[in-house]
Nanobody, 124 residues
Framework: QVQLVESGGGLVQAGGSRTLSCAASGSWFGTDINTMGWYRQAPGKQRELVAAIISGGATYYADSVEGRFTITGDYAKNTIWLQMNYLKPEDTAVYYC????????????????WGQGIQVTVSS
């Protein structure tokens, strides 16, 4: 099992920036992590994929954050970051880090392990 620990959440004003970090530890007994991603879930809404990065460095972004958020990663250290700029109140959610064995995991069922989640609140 892989353990994921998120950090960096908190309260930020609209228009501001925040960086989330996720560090993975443990292993799947010889199977590498091939995708790491950030999901978020707002009250009353489904969990949505915000951004993902595969071990080769390619990235995916949801339309709602394209151009504002940047995902980066260091697979040698199994750590990823989510730089969030120009934050909006609608970005308020619990953000979850997730890891998958398969490349380009895009839906929650394809991710193998999840962090506990971290709250990001954007005030207007």
């Amino acid at each position: 099992q892989v353990q994921l620990v998120e950090s960096g959440g908190g309260l930020v004003q609209a228009g501001g920036s925040r960086t989330l970090s996720c560090a993975a530890s443990g292993s799947w007994f010889g199977t590498d992590i091939n995708t790491m991603g950030w999901y978020r879930q707002a009250p009353g809404k489904q969990r949505e994929l915000v951004a993902a990065i595969i071990s080769g460095g390619a990235t995916y972004y949801a339309d709602s954050v394209e151009g504002r958020f940047t995902i980066t990663g260091d697979y040698a250290k199994n750590t990823i970051w989510l730089q969030m700029n120009y934050l909006k109140p609608e970005d308020t959610a619990v953000y979850y880090c997730a890891a998958a064995k398969r490349p380009w995991a895009r839906n929650p069922a394809q991710y193998d392990d999840w962090g506990q989640g971290i709250q990001v609140t954007v005030s207007s």
